[in-house]
């Protein structure tokens, strides 16, 4: 038996993902040969080449004398503003997100993902997509992702393919050659479902049977039984369930010359064309094998050295959360949390690092018990393993002061947490089980311990006032001392209404409005796009609230994150890369000039995608993250660097070229100020960089 497995593009390729592997090592244990293929990761680096990014170019250009929307015109105008310096750095900035000198400085880091992320929207918009990795999306003009008839279209129209060429030489010719008995495609995200279902599609036109599972149909299970067009569409069999014990029985009714219908965590036709769910089966977590990564490209993601994921559990311990829909998601399986033992997660650390050379591990739960880290930490010490670890838990008070040491020496290097909200008012209506008082100990304690912390939070949750909400604001502020360090990180979202949550459930108790007539007229919900509170914020004031406390954040937090962008990065992989690297090296990098007197020693550098437009005399500098308009005076000033030196000498230095000899004392000192404010700015916005001299770092001008 054979089985190829396919990841679609829409994640970001910074590290593989578990659940191929997952399969993989199942498959690989029942005797199946298995082929596993991260088209995320292989379209990416296919895709950004010269040749490919210039035909975009002529494809964007001539779409922009037609655009369907506005919006979309203004997308146009913006990707091809930018198309000369993205088609020059960003086939470059795949190996400098993977060399292990660049990566480690983050101005070019910055850099280096803004060229992938131009290149990606570049590469789409000619044929009126969204593809992006800054945040992770992918859209299609004019489609609705939850609507079957949008899909039905859009995945029929190769136009509508950016991956239709690559796809067609590369993918589908090979699984002609090899001819699998199943077609695996895993859809995680709903950045993935278009060119997820595109793929299933092309497969089954091929004749290839083809499995469709991952985590985002384990929401749909309900609707595709009533949908049978979308089986029709896309593939033999759906797993909107966990999938080790599915894909293996579909591959044994596929050698025995069954009917697929009927199979454990499946959907399937049968021979009638009527839908026929298979009993439901959770998996036996502790018995699962180490997942197996082998055939996977790990040298092409986004990072210097390998980060894997590994799993420890399943669902979440806590599982009360009003707002959350992971409790419906796990509703299947007898435990709200399945635990693998510490000794086996352990072994698959002792195997993966073995068999990759890798050190450094995303646990993947949802929320991580203190004392399940503790017996974990205890089993990599008897196997003397050396590994860093990243992974997200809740605020409770099983982090106190001996724990997070103990988990700073065992390799814990970030602990994503979700406070959600700074009001213990909103966080009892949440049910989210945590003390506000208690969160900010935990939080102390994780960064006294050395370890790094994100703290996610929320404005706009049912019956939140704007008192509530200011409290989420005042928590950040008032640890400013701790969360101005560089490698904590923080963010302020809205509040979305999914599905399947309590606060959906039973909405009418909770202040909750929802049109529920515009959500029965779509297919495949995951939030809901109609609702309002009846108490507490109206949704446009909850917007207002978030965009004035995340400009309160950009002023209070102004040396290492001009928010909601952070210097040291936030992502799970990059941030523990960056902790180990850091930990004993100084972090001098940072977004504004030093105060007064201080000793740090700098230069000035424009970055390789800064561009200066004429205007009124001036010029205004743009990079990929920002621009500020800009004196040819100062222009030319700062393109003369000196030596490094501190704040007070480069600014006297400056100063010096620009002052009529004989200017007052006090002239000097506004002229000062007057450079300090125009340079900050420059900073913030990324079309100036201020490289530090003890970081040894080279920066092309």
């Not at 503790?374 to 001996?402: I, K, P, Q």
């Not at 912390?453 to 019956?463: A, I, K, N, Q, T």
Request: proline fraction near 7%; include cysteine.
């Amino acid at each position: 038996m054979h089985a190829a497995l396919l990841f679609p593009p829409g994640a970001d390729p910074r590290s593989p993902h578990l659940s191929l592997a997952s399969l993989t090592a199942h498959l690989r244990g029942h005797g199946v040969e298995v082929t596993q293929r991260d088209l995320d990761v292989e379209a990416v680096h296919e895709l950004l080449q010269p040749a490919e990014l210039e035909q975009a170019v002529k494809r964007a250009d001539t779409r922009r004398s037609k655009p369907t929307s506005p919006a979309e015109r203004l997308r146009l105008d913006e990707v091809l503003l930018c198309a000369e310096r993205t088609v020059a750095l960003a086939p470059g900035a795949l190996d400098v997100l993977r060399d292990p000198k660049a990566f480690y400085d983050p101005m070019q880091l910055v850099e280096a993902r803004e060229a992938v992320s131009h290149g990606l929207r570049l590469l789409s918009a000619g044929a009126g997509v969204v593809w992006d990795i800054a945040p992770v999306s992918y859209g299609i003009e004019g489609v609705d992702s939850a609507q079957l008839t949008d899909l039905d279209r859009a995945t029929a129209d190769a136009g509508l393919n950016v991956f239709e060429q690559l796809w067609s030489s590369g993918v589908l010719a090979d699984l002609a050659r090899d001819r699998p008995d199943v077609v695996g495609v895993s859809i995680l995200n709903h950045q993935q479902i278009l060119p997820g279902l595109t793929l299933a599609r092309r497969c089954k036109a091929a004749g290839h049977r083809v499995v469709l599972g991952g985590t985002v149909y384990a929401k749909f299970a309900d609707a595709i039984m009533a949908r049978p067009r979308f089986l029709e569409l896309f593939c033999d069999v759906l797993v909107p369930y966990e999938g080790e014990t599915a894909l293996l029985a579909v591959l044994e009714r596929v050698a025995a010359g069954r009917e697929l219908s009927g199979a454990p965590n499946t959907i399937a036709l049968n021979a009638s064309g009527s839908p026929v769910a298979g009993p439901v089966r959770a998996e036996d977590v502790a018995a699962l094998p180490t997942p197996d990564f082998t055939g996977l490209p790990l040298h092409l993601y986004l990072t210097p050295v390998p980060v894997l994921p590994i799993l420890t559990g399943k669902g979440c311990y806590f599982n009360k959360c009003r707002f959350c829909d992971i409790p419906f998601i796990n509703e299947v399986a007898p435990l709200p949390y399945r635990t693998r033992p510490p000794a086996t997660v352990a072994d698959d650390i002792a195997t993966l690092a073995e068999r990759h050379g890798a050190r450094h591990f995303e646990i993947t739960d949802e929320a991580l018990p203190p004392r399940f880290l503790l017996r974990l930490g205890d089993e990599l010490a008897r196997r003397d393993l050396d590994v860093s670890l990243v992974g997200y838990a809740r605020l409770e008070r099983g982090f106190d002061a001996d724990t997070c040491t103990r988990l700073a020496a065992m390799g814990v290097r970030k602990l994503f947490f979700g406070l959600e909200s700074g009001s213990q008012r909103t966080l009892d209506h949440m049910a989210k089980g945590i003390r506000v008082a208690e969160a900010s100990r935990v939080l102390r304690a994780v960064h006294d311990a050395g370890i790094a912390v994100h703290l996610f939070s929320m404005v706009g949750f049912p019956e939140e006032t704007e008192a509530d909400a200011r409290e989420t604001l005042n928590f950040l502020l008032d640890h400013a001392d701790v969360l101005a360090e560089p490698q904590h990180s923080f963010d302020v979202h809205g509040f979305s209404l999914d599905l399947r949550t309590e606060y959906f459930d039973d909405a009418e108790r909770f202040g909750i409005e929802i049109d529920h007539a515009e959500l029965a007229r779509t297919d495949f919900p995951v939030s809901v796009a109609a609702w309002w509170p009846s108490r507490g914020l109206p949704p446009d004031r909850a917007d207002e609230l978030r965009a004035e406390f995340q400009a309160t954040l950009r002023s209070r937090f102004p040396v290492h994150r001009q928010f909601p962008a952070h210097l040291w990065p936030s992502f799970e992989e990059y941030s523990i890369l960056y902790a180990d690297h850091y930990a004993q090296r100084p972090f001098s990098w940072r977004l504004c000039l030093p105060s007064p007197g201080d000793p740090l020693a700098f230069v000035l550098r424009w970055p390789r995608s800064v561009a200066f437009h004429p205007v009124d005399g001036g010029y205004v500098a743009q990079s990929f993250t920002g621009s500020v308009p800009l004196p040819a005076a100062m222009l030319q000033l700062l393109s003369r660097p000196g030596p490094a030196a501190s704040v007070d000498d480069m600014l006297d230095a400056v100063a010096a070229r620009i002052a009529p000899a004989g200017t007052a004392e006090a002239g000097a000192a506004a002229l000062v100020a007057g450079l300090r404010r125009l340079i900050d700015q420059l900073l913030a916005a990324g079309v100036l960089w201020l490289v530090p001299a003890d970081t040894g770092v080279e920066v092309a001008t």
